[in-house]
C-alpha cells in the first residue's frame, strides 16, 4: 500500500507571495491533518480535513487554509507569506473513524522557505 | 487543555548501550490515545506504537519497549542496546479520542545520538 505523499518536497518563496501544498493520503484513509513544524514552536497542529470538510482547526491566523477533495487529496494554503511561515510542513492520514486503533500515518513533508 | 512534556532535549549514548525517553502528558480526558514518533534527517514521521488509555499494558517489539503508567501520566520508551540507526528525533503524542483523534499535541522531541 502506498504511504502519504506530499507535494512538492521543498519550496522557496518570497514574502508577501501565496502557497499552495498539497498531499494524496493512504488509499482508504479519509482523514487528512495538516502539522506546522519549526524549531522555536515545535510540531503544531493547523487543521484536520474529514469527508471533505474541515473538523478540527488549531490556532493559526485566518492566512492558513485548507480543502479536501472528493478522492480524500487534501491541499493546504497560506496567503500573504512571513519569515515565520518558513517552516516544515507534515500532513498525516488516517481512516478519520473514530475507532481506538485509528492511528495517524505521516507523509514527508514539505519544507517551505521564506525569504 | 492537553500537554505533552518530554524533558530530554537531547540524549547521547555509545553503542549497545540501553536508551529511556521519558514522557509525561496531561489531558482531562478518560478516553485518549498515546503515540511514539521517530523522525529521522529526511523528516518523514515514522509511527512506532499507539497505547490506548484503558490499556496499560506494556509493550516490546524487538529492541523496544514501552511503559504506560496512568498513575504518573507516563509513557516511557526504551531502546534495549541501541545502535547508530536508532539516531533520531523521537516524539511522544497525545491525542483524544472520537472525532477529535485528528488533532494530536506532540512533545518537544528528544534528540537521541548513538555514536559508534
Known amino acids: 500500500k502506498a504511504g502519504v505523499t506530499q507535494t512538492p518536497r521543498y519550496l522557496i518563496k518570497t514574502r508577501g507571495q501565496q502557497v499552495t501544498l498539497s498531499c494524496s493520503p493512504i488509499?482508504?484513509?479519509?482523514?487528512v491533518s495538516w502539522y506546522q513544524q519549526t524549531p522555536g514552536q515545535g510540531l503544531q497542529f493547523l487543521f484536520e480535513?474529514?469527508?471533505?470538510?474541515?473538523?478540527n482547526k488549531g490556532n493559526f491566523p485566518g492566512r492558513f487554509s485548507g480543502r479536501q477533495f472528493s478522492n480524500s487529496r487534501s491541499e493546504m494554503n497560506v496567503s500573504t507569506l512571513e519569515l515565520g511561515d518558513s517552516a516544515l510542513y507534515l500532513c498525516?492520514?488516517?481512516?478519520?473513524?473514530?475507532?481506538?486503533?485509528?492511528?495517524?500515518?505521516f507523509g514527508p513533508g514539505t519544507r517551505l522557505t521564506v525569504l | 487543555a492537553q500537554k505533552v512534556t518530554q524533558a530530554q532535549t537531547e540524549i547521547s549514548v555509545v553503542e549497545k548501550e540501553d536508551v529511556t525517553l521519558d514522557c509525561v502528558y496531561e489531558?482531562?480526558?478518560?478516553?485518549?490515545?498515546l503515540f511514539w514518533y521517530k523522525q529521522p534527517p529526511s523528516g518523514e514521521l515514522v509511527f512506532l506504537i499507539r497505547r490506548n488509555s484503558f490499556d496499560e499494558q506494556n509493550e516490546i517489539s524487538g529492541r523496544y519497549s514501552w511503559n504506560f503508567q496512568k498513575s504518573t501520566s507516563s509513557f516511557n520508551f526504551t531502546i534495549t542496546a541501541s545502535q547508530v540507526v536508532d539516531s533520531a528525533v523521537y516524539f511522544c503524542?497525545?491525542?483524544?479520542?472520537?472525532?477529535?483523534?485528528?488533532?494530536?499535541?506532540f512533545g518537544d522531541g528528544t534528540t537521541l545520538t548513538v555514536k559508534p
Open positions: 480535513y474529514f469527508s471533505e470538510t474541515q473538523r
Open positions: 488509499s482508504g484513509h479519509r482523514s
Open positions: 503524542a497525545l491525542s483524544e479520542a472520537g472525532t477529535n483523534a485528528g488533532k494530536s499535541t
Open positions: 498525516a492520514s488516517s481512516l478519520g473513524l473514530a475507532l481506538s486503533t485509528d492511528t495517524q500515518y
Open positions: 489531558t482531562r480526558d478518560t478516553t485518549y490515545y
